[in-house]
């Protein structure tokens, strides 16, 4: 046995997504550890980023959750080397993560529901979650899209942010695919942070805006093109949050929120609304205000009698 094999520390992979797993099938290759928080690891490999998730963290796409609930007191740092080796994914000569007990997480799909436009009574349920989305983004001034300080940078950002969100309501409104184009590509990279307030929010409005069969669903190309044209201007981990986006991939609170949504379920959301606003300092908040919009924009479809 390879004695540095023989020193490493076993840590356990409980659930996956595909795109994860597929690197097992990939051996030889190599990347390095990216950044190191409490509850995530990111690690590029191939070109790509991937995440490693603590076991109390839902599932997401390129990522696994291991057995420890954090990371701090683990000795993983920024600039570790990362190697598939065995069917595991060795970090350093210190770790190695075995997937011999991890299940695959299959993601569901979630159709929207066109039929229910029609309905009173959903449009109705709409509003009423808009009104309760309004009330807890009220005070939630930490987000730019909400940001009461002082701060001439956040300010500034937090002005053109909300610019362009009306702006982007009105072009969908107003169904001007070419324009809105040029609008999401201003979105794109606008904030602070990991993942800027911009691409939260795009991700947000395209979770519940794009679902199969939703009468918006024919803005994608313009969404498509926005972000792939601007997406140098952000960080590399939000990037592949805003390409998973486009193809309805995301985190499965989200998930398990949009669903909720679509089926117009006359209960309490909050638990799901609560675990959204959980994601990060602000980009829970953030993806909030894309929801919120997109439910309005539905809101209207359904009253103009939108196909």
């Given at each position: 046995m390879d004695r540095h094999q023989s020193q490493r520390q076993s840590i356990y992979g409980l659930t996956a997504d595909a795109h994860f797993l597929d690197l097992l099938h990939q051996p030889l290759l190599t990347g390095n550890v990216e950044q190191v928080f409490n509850k995530a690891i990111n690690f590029s490999i191939d070109n790509q980023l991937y995440t490693l998730l603590g076991s109390q963290t839902d599932n997401a796409p390129n990522s696994c959750r291991i057995i420890n609930k954090d990371f701090l007191p683990l000795n993983i740092m920024a600039g570790d080397s990362v190697c598939i080796l065995n069917n595991e994914i060795h970090i350093g000569e210190k770790y190695a993560i075995s997937f011999l007990l991890c299940k695959k997480w299959n993601p569901p799909t979630v159709y929207f529901i066109n039929e229910k436009l029609a309905e009173e009574k959903y449009r109705y349920f709409l509003q009423s979650k808009i009104n309760e989305i309004d009330s807890i983004l009220n005070d939630k001034t930490h987000s730019l899209f909400n940001y009461q300080g002082d701060n001439g940078f956040y300010l500034e950002s937090s002005k053109k942010l909300n610019e362009l969100r009306s702006r982007l309501i009105n072009l969908l409104i107003n169904k001007r695919h070419q324009a809105l184009t040029n609008i999401v590509s201003q979105f794109v990279g606008l904030g602070i942070g990991l993942t800027p307030s911009g691409d939260d929010y795009l991700v947000g409005l395209m979770a519940f805006l794009l679902l199969k069969h939703h009468p918006a669903n024919s803005f994608y190309q313009s969404f498509y093109q926005g972000i792939y044209q601007s997406k140098a201007n952000t960080?590399?981990?939000?990037?592949?949050?805003?390409?998973?986006?486009?193809?309805?991939?995301?985190?499965?609170?989200?998930?398990?929120?949009?669903?909720?949504?679509?089926?117009?379920?006359?209960?309490?959301?909050?638990?799901?609304?609560?675990?959204?606003?959980?994601?990060?300092?602000?980009?829970?908040?953030?993806?909030?205000?894309?929801?919120?919009d997109a439910l309005f924009l539905t809101h209207y479809f359904g009253e103009t009698h939108v196909d």
């Open positions: 960080t590399p981990i939000s990037a592949i949050t805003l390409e998973k986006a486009l193809n309805q991939e995301y985190r499965e609170n989200m998930y398990q929120l949009i669903q909720c949504l679509v089926d117009g379920r006359e209960t309490n959301i909050y638990p799901q609304i609560l675990e959204i606003l959980n994601i990060g300092s602000s980009s829970g908040c953030d993806m909030l205000f894309g929801i919120r």
